[in-house]
């Protein structure tokens, strides 16, 4: 399923304002990611080798439990029309297939002059934080909003 769709534009966003999205990762799902990238590492695939690994079993690829936080970026906060500048990623935990993830995006500082924003990104699974970094994006006024994004589906903040 995909989020609805949520339009937020820089004069929306405060400090502190943050979304959350939560996501059960299955094998279909770190499967696709294998065939999209081309990374078939066994440690993702192969329960034989992963039980041989210091996890004990199959694991997410770190990028795909990463892409879930652009999930966030792109649909909910800011939502569409953002535009992602930069990202770094702390990988601090695995994600397990049958993990449910919760990717928890929050404002931590605002850049007027630039229209950008600084996001603390966190992803944890049963409240281990599993991955975490900042994201930084530059995210559209509403004179400069594109009403294609309200036509395809999305809903400005204030609606």
Request: charged share 25%; net charge negative; glycine share 8%.
């Amino acid at each position: 399923m995909m989020p609805e769709l949520r339009v937020l534009y820089f004069e929306d966003l405060e400090v502190g304002l943050s979304e959350t999205l939560n996501k059960e990762i299955s094998s279909s799902d770190v499967v696709g990611f294998a065939e999209i990238t081309g990374d078939r590492n066994p440690i993702h695939l192969s329960e034989h080798f992963a039980a041989r690994t210091p996890f004990g079993t199959r694991i997410a690829h770190g990028l795909y439990t990463a892409g879930l936080i652009s999930a966030v970026l792109g649909t909910r906060l800011p939502g569409p029309g953002a535009i992602y500048i930069s990202q770094t990623l702390n990988f601090r935990a695995p994600v397990r297939i049958g993990d449910t993830v919760q990717v928890t995006v929050e404002v931590a500082e605002l850049v007027p002059e630039r229209r950008r924003a600084r996001l603390k990104c966190t992803c944890s699974v049963a409240g281990e934080i599993v991955l975490d970094g900042e994201a930084l994006v530059k995210v559209p006024t509403k004179a400069e909003a594109d009403p294609l994004a309200i036509r395809m589906g999305g809903r400005p903040a204030s609606a």
